[in-house]
């Protein structure tokens, strides 16, 4: 009904119908969206479109998933719309357009540096407005961009850190799960009276996690480096209880990594609801899932019973078999396998190692090179966290780590001082940010927490200790 009127619709009104079906979580086809995205950036409707319209149709378009290659021309077209609209957008505008830019994303080839670094100045003048909604769409895209550590990102960052603060009781569990993975992949070090409100409003919130955000917190409370109480645990367990099975497998894993890297203390009739719904759902599994799944229930000291172990060996075996897992998967499978099976009570599982560890020899220098430069990437979050050896927390899969497997042993030299590289600026990149909240959230707070007013410095005193900060780029998350 709506496609043959799309090249009729007004701004307004083709703003409104791709609003509507995003919301009302319908998620129309390729074609459909993509001759959508040619009606938005016809000239007639395109020059129409205010800052609210704009950000109205990208945040849509995110939402249905949209791919921007699949309509030529588009994000050169909005970002030159976009820029044009800066002078007008309000905090809402400014928020919802920096998401959109990364969500999408827009910044790259197709969006020149100058449009890019005007948005993001146009978010940080406009930060203060920001309700949390906001704040967290901001948190969020700065973590995706990964954007140059230049005064500009300095300035904004700490601007949204305040306002975090000062709106920390108004923040709903989405806002707050997307706010946490947002800081948590920036590798933000915050001061304690910046977590223990975090922590609180999380707590407060925790039945009204969905099952993503549920993963997604507990990820992101790891990685900042934060033990979760056992209240908190309590409240999340008491809300996922029942609904282990909706979780999908990477939520899962990524949820039993966080308690393992935090070696949390864990309700018994919770861990029995999480080995049955595992065993079950073990098939789903990627192997990076596997692995990730077992070094959990290895540091958390949870050992399944046989049977677990035997679906668990025979899932891994067919990816053995296909050449499916990488030198960190393998090498984390036979490590966490043996601390398992300690007593060699298990034959399959015994055997299964011998596999393992025969991959291993066969990989030999090949395998040794790449496991250096996957544990440096990788080890960079468990620096921070307080544990080694482990695997990177989960994200999306095409954010995982990768393990080289060239032969060449020049490359895998290349790729470990790379590595090393990056840990070197994520340690810059963490000692500013320390700096900057340490001196700020806790020796200049006054009064009691929930409404306190924090003694800012000015703009030029921020973008002078991000100058002493060089140029290193915000590091990925593992």
């Known amino acids: 009904m ?26 129309p086809e390729a074609g459909w969206l993509a001759e959508a995205a040619g009606a938005v950036i016809a000239p007639r409707t395109l020059f129409a479109l205010t800052p609210q319209g704009l950000s109205q149709v990208l945040a849509a378009l995110v939402a249905m998933r949209f791919d921007p290659s699949s309509t030529p021309g588009f994000t050169q077209k909005v970002s030159r719309r976009l820029q044009a609209l800066l002078p007008s957008c309000n905090a809402s505008d400014a928020a919802m357009l920096l998401h959109a830019t990364a969500a999408l994303p827009l910044a790259g080839p197709g969006m020149g540096r100058s449009t890019l670094l005007a948005l993001l100045g146009v978010a940080s003048d ?10 967290a769409k901001v948190a969020w895209a700065l ?13 904004l960052l700490y601007r949204l850190l305040r306002g975090v603060y000062r709106t920390l009781p108004s923040f709903n569990a989405r806002d707050l799960a997307m706010l946490a993975w947002g800081l948590a992949r920036l590798r ?6 910046f977590t223990t409100p975090l922590v609180d409003r999380v707590q407060a919130l925790a039945s009204d996690f969905a099952p993503q955000e549920v993963a997604n917190t507990l990820w992101a409370l790891a990685r900042l480096g934060v033990t979760p109480s056992p209240t908190l645990l309590t409240h999340f367990f008491e809300s996922t209880e029942h609904r282990l099975s909706e979780y999908k497998p ?23 609801e999480l080995l049955q719904v595992s065993l079950i759902r073990l098939p789903e599994f990627t192997p990076w899932g596997l692995s990730t799944l077992v070094w959990g229930l290895s540091r958390l000291r949870i050992s399944p019973p046989p049977a677990w172990q035997y679906s668990y060996v025979n899932t891994a075996r067919a990816h053995l078999g296909g050449g499916r897992l990488s030198g960190a998967d393998v090498r984390s499978m036979l490590t966490c396998l043996q601390a398992l ?11 299964f190692c011998s596999e393992l560890a025969a991959a291993l020899a066969q990989a030999g220098a090949e395998a040794g090179a790449g496991g250096e430069a996957g544990a440096q990437e990788g ?10 050896g ?20 020049q490359q895998a030299q290349q790729a470990q001082q790379q590595a090393q590289q990056q840990q070197a600026q994520q340690q810059q990149a963490q000692s500013r940010v320390e700096v900057i909240l340490q001196g700020q959230l806790g020796a200049d707070v006054t009064g009691a927490l929930g409404g306190l007013a924090l003694v800012s410095p000015t703009l030029e005193q921020v973008a002078g200790q991000a100058r002493q900060a060089g140029s290193a780029k915000t590091p990925e998350a593992g």
Request: proline share 8%; with cysteine.
């Open 341 to 351: 099976n300690v007593d060699h009570s298990l034959d399959k599982v015994d055997a």
């Open 126 to 135: 406009k930060a203060r407005g920001m309700d949390p909604s906001h704040l």
């Open 143 to 155: 973590a995706r961009l990964q954007l140059p550590q230049s005064s500009l990102f300095w300035s």
């Open 2 to 27: 709506v496609r043959p009127k799309l090249g009729k619709y007004g701004a307004q009104g083709l703003s409104n119908v791709l609003w509507a079906l995003s919301t009302g979580r319908r998620t």
């Open 188 to 193: 933000c070090r915050l001061p304690e009276a």
């Open 250 to 272: 990477v939520e899962l894993a990524q949820m039993v990594w966080a308690l393992g890297q935090r070696r949390c203390e864990l309700q018994k009739k919770w861990v029995n």
């Open 379 to 388: 080890g960079s979050s468990s620096s921070s966290n307080g544990s080694s």
């Open 390 to 409: 482990a695997p990177p927390p989960l994200l999306p899969q095409s954010q995982r780590p990768h393990v080289p497997s060239s032969s060449d042993a």
